[in-house]
């Protein structure tokens, strides 16, 4: 059964490539959803798949890439939805 989670990633996040970061790391584990910035300096993503892999995505956001600064991760269980692919907002 899939599992699906948004999650909303404080910090230095925006305009380092984490929403392409995420994208990349969600195809190579078979995870569907997106990722968008919001108007607060926040990135907002969905995560959809199987347990493991989304479990790996939720390790990711708190790490983001090179040149991010995460400061905190929110989580929130949502239901599946069944989205096909990953895509940027």
């Given at each position: 059964?899939?599992t699906?989670?948004?999650?909303?990633v404080?910090?230095?996040?925006?305009?380092?490539?984490f929403?392409?970061?995420f994208?990349?790391?969600a195809?190579t584990?078979?995870?569907?959803?997106?990722a968008?910035?919001?108007?607060?300096g926040?990135?907002?993503?969905?995560?959809?798949?199987?347990?493991?892999a989304?479990?790996?995505?939720?390790?990711?956001?708190?790490?983001?890439?090179r040149?991010?600064?995460?400061t905190?991760?929110?989580?929130?269980?949502?239901?599946?939805?069944g989205?096909?692919g990953?895509?940027?907002?």
């Amino acid at each position: 059964m899939p599992t699906r989670r948004r999650v909303i990633v404080h910090g230095d996040v925006q305009g380092v490539g984490f929403r392409v970061f995420f994208e990349r790391a969600a195809r190579t584990r078979g995870v569907a959803g997106w990722a968008r910035n919001r108007a607060d300096g926040t990135v907002e993503a969905v995560f959809e798949g199987g347990e493991e892999a989304v479990e790996s995505m939720l390790r990711l956001a708190g790490e983001g890439p090179r040149a991010a600064r995460v400061t905190r991760v929110e989580t929130f269980p949502e239901e599946p939805e069944g989205p096909h692919g990953f895509r940027v907002r």
